[in-house]
């Protein structure tokens, strides 16, 4: 009389893959959990530098993102009433964060900090870095698209 189930083998071959796909798939879903509860300084960021940009295109005048001592302010280029010149956005940056941006092409040395985009939403290529709150990137803007891509991405 034969018994239907499963031999020793076939439980130990299974447990042993089941092991390696998890042994695979862990480090991945930490990794994408890690970057996702790490971007909440690049997101406000983003969403300033995008929020700018679209500004700039709707109402056909430059905007600037301008780093200020206590965080990036957004304004427009040349204000135009009272309400404008006390700035329309910012993102404000504390004592234990630091927020920079860098210029590539630029053709001076020491360019003011200063991000300007156009009325037609194109901007200049800037790399910006921020580090604090437990996460430290770097990011490469595009100057047509205003995509990010990052070169350093760490979240802790």
Not at 46 to 63: D, F, K, P, V
Request: glycine share 4%; hydrophobic share 40%.
């Amino acid at each position: 009389m034969r018994c239907h189930g499963f031999t020793l083998i076939e439980i130990c071959l299974a447990v042993f893959i089941a092991l390696m796909l998890i042994t695979v798939a862990v480090p991945s879903i930490q990794r994408l959990l890690n970057e996702q509860k790490g971007t909440q300084a690049y997101d406000r960021f983003n969403a300033l530098a995008h929020h700018a940009q679209t500004l700039a295109i709707s109402e056909r005048r430059a905007y600037v993102l301008d780093w200020v001592k206590t965080g990036i302010l957004m304004r427009p280029d040349q204000p135009v009433t009272q309400v404008e010149a006390s700035g329309v956005d910012r993102m404000d940056i504390s004592d234990k964060e630091v927020c920079d941006i860098d210029f590539p092409a630029a053709l001076v040395k020491k360019p003011t900090r200063e991000w300007i985009f156009l009325p037609s939403g194109a901007c200049e290529p800037a790399s910006v870095s921020y580090q604090g709150n437990g996460e430290s990137w770097v990011a490469e803007y595009d100057p047509l698209t205003l995509q990010a891509t990052f070169t350093n991405h760490e979240a802790k």
